[in-house]
């Protein structure tokens, strides 16, 4: 496996971030911190009470079809749903399981001001909704993510889908939560923001079939964290959550199963894609 160690100033040598005991370290930059691992058995690896934040995109389990799809919306032109291992449908029961499991190490690793993040489809994002509420987290917001230039259902049979659910949960009804309220005005013209985020989807110079948008990012990072803050991405894909972190001045550790994705984080990370520019500009409070 590869290990590419960089910015060793800032990642002591005893593979320790802020305080936070790191292992198996795949990829370093400063304070932005990628593992190539099973997020189920890690988390469990990690103290409690230690994280800021949590963002997490995680399978949607909605892949029934196994088909090969042509496209013609300037993106790669096939998508072959049969490769998508991690899209492929799960047994309710499983499914369950899988989003308990998580949730209860994440709920255990947040701070008692710390927020979790969770985005999904129509497929999952009711299962994630329900293990919320059975592990006892606040549910603060549901924010609907519009595709502004989402592509055509491609067969014809249903609507044409262009948006996606991402859910704001705090661990507990106690206590008080981080929120940049004043920020978020600011970045929205002096309004307050509401929870219908557009956007335009911008093409990248990789390919990763579920790439979350820089600017959802950004935004979500911005609302719920402070600079020097640890971000935990428990299912980091492509690796926008350590991007956007490395550029706003958090720290944040990554951890992905699939070690094609992670080679791919690390040459995002290394700028191979280019430095990180903020899409959102704000004055800072």
């Known amino acids: 496996m590869q290990n590419v160690l960089k910015g060793r100033s800032s990642l002591e040598k005893n593979n320790v971030i802020n305080g936070l005991p790191i292992k198996d370290i795949y990829y370093a930059n400063n304070d932005v911190v990628l593992v190539n691992n099973d997020s189920l058995e890690y988390l469990k690896c990690l103290p ?4 800021d934040m949590i963002f997490a ?24 749903t049969q490769k998508a291992t991690w899209a492929f449908s ?8 899988f989003h308990h499991t998580w949730l209860s190490e994440s709920k255990r690793l947040l701070k008692d001001d710390g927020t979790i993040w969770i985005t999904g489809t129509y497929h999952s994002i009711g299962v994630v909704n329900v293990v919320l509420q059975d592990l006892k987290y606040k549910i603060l917001n549901d924010i609907i ?9 491609f067969t014809g049979s249903c609507f044409r889908a262009i948006s996606e659910t991402m859910l704001w949960a705090k661990k507990s009804t106690e206590g ?3 929120w940049n309220y ?14 219908v985020w557009e956007y335009w989807a911008e093409k990248n110079p990789f390919r990763h079939p579920a790439t979350k948008q820089q600017i ?9 964290s402070h600079e020097g803050d640890i971000v935990l991405d428990p299912f980091a894909g492509s690796g926008t959550t350590g991007y956007v972190c490395k550029g706003l001045n958090r720290k944040c550790l990554m951890i992905e199963i699939e070690e094609s994705y992670c080679k791919l984080i690390s040459k ?15 004055e800072k409070i």
């Open 48 to 51: 409690g009470n230690s994280i």
């Open 57 to 80: 995109d995680p399978p949607y389990f909605g892949n029934q079809s196994n088909l090969v799809i042509n496209r013609t919306d300037g993106h790669k032109p096939t998508f072959d």
């Open 90 to 97: 799960m047994d309710l029961v499983k499914q369950f399981e």
């Open 145 to 153: 993510l519009v595709k502004r230039n989402a592509p055509p259902n």
């Open 176 to 178: 008080r939560k981080k």
């Open 182 to 195: 004043s920020t978020m005005k600011q970045i929205n013209g002096g309004v307050q923001m509401n929870n």
């Open 216 to 224: 959802i990012l950004e935004k979500v990072i911005l609302a719920a």
């Open 268 to 282: 995002r990370l290394s700028g191979e894609f280019g430095a990180f520019q903020p899409k959102i500009k704000y």
